[in-house]
């Protein structure tokens, strides 16, 4: 019977807790991912394994005949052995160390087994598991890591035949946000708000076989969520080429285990600094390029400028900050011919002077910037400062409409207050990307653009951002709604009934004014 997505989260998470005697939440992820992704890979060898069995019971195969064809025929990858040709001998595969959980050493003996995993399998897994620091008996105990393999043991077999990689991903992507409703700031480093990431992807629009790079990846949520987004819409999301840099090796490995767990093979995930050493390169040494670019990097990170960078166009940004540093690289990552990009940044970004009101001059002035979205306070689990949506598109490929101006959006006041943070709605996701795509009057470009107040947008020209000396504080230029005033159906309803009435008044005193003999009033 296949297993539900209620069932398969709450069985994780009993595991999960069973860390709660050793090591803080925030470091769950560490140990709990990669001792789920390897039940995953051993639960589906195995039952790829039975299928090979049956299908050949009987058969005179000698044990090299039936390898190949097993590895032909049924599996995508192999589980090795750990310690060959020794008494030590044993597959390195969960149910098999699972049985010596009560014997010295299982930390050890896990590390091997992942490690021969990814030695094995180097195309599809290597340094999958990240740093393995966990498997220490000085990190994580043998009876702890014990009790946690036999938490999750409860859970039911991982494979396709017994649960859908939906609900294989969605207990994945359950047990990131559970981390991070639970351990706060440091969680934040590799976990985006599922909203947020949404509402970034509908905005920049992935379409089948086009490439999605994401510069700070995290565990991979951006990229997923682009392939999830494009099948909602009746795309393949697995055509998409999914690439991926992440400076923490252990996150870098939980973004992989993401993308897998998703079904998601066409990917490429690099580990490294982006800004210093940016991996995904052309052959003659210059960025690569995607057409779609997004990411939710570190805020105002303290890092080492530039000295002589192609990617710092318009100067480098300050030490004390690179946000804009990240907007250069996210900038050059662009396809020339239908590049886009989408980053999330704190709001000083909008204002700062200095050198970084160098490069946003360079950018208005290039007509790189396309759209502004401001973004609720506290919506995030690092951080309570407001923050901002900029979108970009790549030289010459806006839309006309768009061209030599800024759209900005003010969504800040749209949000439904969480336990431990503010939230964005369906609704109000809905609303702001439809604010995105909205056609402005150049004679009357401010709108509310809902029900009940909470969201305006602008689109104003690059000569008015000029005189205001390229500043792009949203509240310059976007009047927000209030709460008190009247809906726009409203205002609407009410104006068509006051125009009437004036109609209705005005014939009624052109009549009496005709019958007393006096005109010229009628024109």
Not at 35 to 50: A, G, N, P, R, V
Not at 63 to 82: L, M, V
Not at 347 to 374: H, M, P, W, Y
Request: aromatic share 8%; charged share 25%; with cysteine.
């Amino acid at each position: 019977m296949a297993v539900t997505q209620q069932e398969i989260e709450n069985r994780l998470w009993d595991a999960a807790d069973e860390l709660r005697v050793a090591m803080p939440e925030a470091q769950y992820a560490s140990v709990v991912f990669p001792l789920m992704f390897w039940k995953y890979l051993s639960d589906t060898w195995e039952h790829h394994h039975q299928e090979f069995l049956a299908e050949y019971e009987g058969a005179d195969l000698s044990s090299e005949e039936a390898r190949e064809i097993e590895y032909r025929d049924h599996q995508s990858f192999e589980i090795p052995f750990i310690h060959p040709g020794t008494v030590q001998e044993r597959r390195a595969s969960w149910s098999s160390i699972l049985a010596t959980v009560t014997q010295p050493g299982l930390g050890q003996r896990v590390r091997a087994s992942l490690q021969a995993i990814e030695t094995a399998n180097p195309a599809k897994f290597s340094r999958l598991f990240g740093s393995m620091t966990w498997t220490s008996e000085e990190v994580l105990s043998g009876e702890v890591l014990a009790a946690v393999m036999q938490a999750m043991d409860r859970t039911p077999k991982m494979h396709e035949g017994n649960m859908s990689h939906d609900v294989l991903g969605g207990a994945y992507e359950y047990l990131l946000k559970r981390f991070s409703d639970g351990s706060g700031t440091r969680a934040g480093q590799f976990f985006t708000p599922r909203e947020v990431v949404e509402l970034i992807v509908e905005i920049l629009d992935p379409k089948s076989h086009e490439s999605v790079y994401d510069p700070t990846c995290g565990s991979g949520g951006m990229l997923i969520a682009s392939a999830n987004l494009l099948k909602a819409h009746g795309g393949r999301g697995y055509t998409l080429k999914l690439h991926g840099q992440e400076a923490v090796l252990d996150t870098a490995g939980v973004a992989r285990m993401n993308l897998f767990m998703h079904n998601l093979t066409q990917f490429k995930v690099e580990v490294g600094d982006t800004l210093k050493d940016p991996r995904f390169k052309k052959p003659d040494g210059s960025i690569a390029q995607f057409d779609v670019i997004l990411a939710n990097p570190p805020y105002s990170l303290k890092w080492k400028p530039w000295t002589d960078d192609r990617r710092a166009i318009g100067g480098v940004s300050p030490q004390s900050s690179a946000d804009w540093a990240f907007v250069q690289h996210m900038i050059a990552s662009m396809d020339p011919n239908k590049g886009r990009a989408g980053v999330v940044l704190p709001n000083g970004v909008l204002f700062r002077s200095g050198q970084e009101g160098s490069i946003r001059k360079r950018v208005i002035d290039d007509d790189l910037l396309e759209a502004v979205v401001g973004l609720p306070a506290n919506l995030f689990y690092n951080t309570t400062i407001p923050t901002c949506i900029l979108v970009f598109r790549a030289p010459g490929t806006k839309a006309n409409e768009r061209k030599n101006g800024v759209l900005f959006i003010d969504a800040s006041k749209r949000f439904t207050k969480g336990k431990n943070r503010n939230v964005l709605t369906s609704a109000d996701i809905a609303d702001i990307v439809a604010a995105y795509h909205a056609s402005f009057d150049a004679d009357d470009s401010t709108v509310a653009l809902d029900g009940g107040g909470g969201l305006a947008a602008q689109f104003v020209p690059v000569t008015e951002i000029v005189a205001n000396g390229y500043d792009l504080n949203i509240s310059r230029y976007v009047k927000q709604v209030t709460a008190e005033q009247t809906d726009l159906p409203t205002l609407i309803e009410a104006y068509s009934a006051a125009r009437g009435t004036r109609q209705k008044t005005e014939q009624h005193m052109l009549a009496v004014l005709a019958h007393a003999g006096i005109e010229g009033f009628d024109e």
